[in-house]
């Protein structure tokens, strides 16, 4: 198994410092993980090269740099390309240049979810992203059928699932569910998650196409990331 990490960054220096120094804080230089880690970094034009330095100080290799600016889900297809023919890895984990670790990547958590078949896709954050505001209205609600195309109610988090349920074999409390594909931090498989970034175009087409995945979803209980910052990120698509 080989987890590829990608922070992608677009200006708001300030945030990434927090994103690189927290995450590095919890994690060091991931030597601790049970499977190969490699990290990465790419840059949707930022104004200055801050962003770059921050990652190179971190231990993150330069993987993809715009001049001009792409936007979020054209970043995520050209980052996912590029880091399967860089190393061929079975997972890939995007990270925004607006989410704080909060604690140490789970990682019996995530050996535990690689060799599931039936999973494909471990959210690492639960019901709220933004720390000191947990409430419902975090989220908008999605408007779509759920996983699978049954009628199931809404979680707090705004997204369509079926009832999420514990997972008692799970290495840390973990919950199991049928549920689209969320936004990240997560960690996917790297072949659902090229498909999913197949001719979609938008992240509210690819999360709707991935109602067509018969695999089902992980989430932690503990949020191993909070969201930081109020500004959306630049090149947003919904």
Same mark, same amino acid.
């Given at each position: 198994?080989?987890?590829?990490?990608?922070?992608?960054?677009?200006?708001?220096? =300030?945030?990434?410092?927090?994103?690189?120094?927290?995450f590095v804080k919890?994690?060091?230089?991931?030597?601790?993980? *049970?499977?190969?880690?490699?990290?990465?970094?790419?840059?949707?034009?930022?104004?200055?090269?801050?962003?770059?330095?921050?990652?190179?100080?971190?231990?993150?290799?330069?993987?993809?740099?715009?001049?001009?600016?792409?936007?979020?889900?054209?970043?995520?297809?050209?980052?996912?390309?590029?880091?399967? &023919?860089?190393?061929?890895?079975?997972?890939?984990?995007?990270?925004?240049?607006?989410?704080?670790?909060?604690?140490?990547?789970?990682?019996?958590?995530?050996?535990?979810?690689?060799?599931? *078949?039936?999973?494909?896709?471990?959210?690492?954050?639960?019901?709220?992203?933004?720390?000191?505001? +947990?409430? !419902?209205? %975090?989220?908008?609600?999605? *408007?779509?059928?759920?996983?699978?195309?049954?009628k199931d109610p809404?979680?707090?988090?705004?997204?369509?699932?079926?009832?999420?349920?514990? =997972?008692?074999?799970? /290495?840390?409390? !973990?919950?199991?569910?049928?549920?689209?594909?969320?936004? *990240? /931090?997560?960690?996917?498989?790297?072949?659902?998650?090229?498909?999913?970034?197949?001719?979609?175009?938008?992240?509210? +087409?690819?999360?709707?196409?991935?109602?067509?995945?018969?695999?089902?979803?992980?989430?932690? &209980? &503990?949020?191993?990331?909070?969201?930081?910052? %109020?500004?959306?990120?630049?090149?947003?698509?919904?």
């Amino acid at each position: 198994m080989k987890l590829a990490i990608i922070v992608l960054t677009c200006g708001r220096e =300030d945030l990434s410092k927090r994103t690189f120094e927290s995450f590095v804080k919890f994690n060091g230089m991931c030597e601790f993980a *049970p499977f190969e880690v490699k990290k990465y970094h790419a840059d949707d034009a930022s104004e200055t090269r801050q962003n770059e330095g921050l990652a190179r100080l971190h231990g993150f290799e330069p993987i993809a740099s715009t001049k001009t600016r792409t936007g979020i889900q054209g970043m995520h297809e050209l980052i996912i390309g590029r880091v399967t &023919k860089r190393c061929q890895p079975t997972h890939i984990m995007i990270l925004e240049n607006d989410w704080e670790s909060a604690r140490p990547m789970p990682w019996r958590l995530i050996e535990y979810m690689m060799h599931k *078949p039936d999973v494909y896709h471990l959210r690492l954050w639960h019901d709220y992203k933004h720390l000191g505001r +947990a409430t !419902a209205n %975090d989220f908008k609600p999605w *408007p779509h059928r759920g996983h699978r195309g049954r009628k199931d109610p809404r979680t707090v988090s705004g997204f369509v699932a079926t009832n999420w349920q514990d =997972d008692l074999d799970a /290495p840390e409390p !973990a919950e199991i569910g049928d549920i689209h594909y969320g936004n *990240p /931090p997560n960690i996917c498989r790297a072949k659902e998650l090229r498909w999913l970034h197949e001719n979609t175009g938008s992240e509210k +087409a690819m999360i709707q196409k991935s109602g067509q995945i018969t695999a089902r979803t992980l989430r932690v &209980k &503990k949020n191993v990331f909070w969201h930081i910052g %109020d500004e959306r990120t630049p090149g947003f698509r919904r």
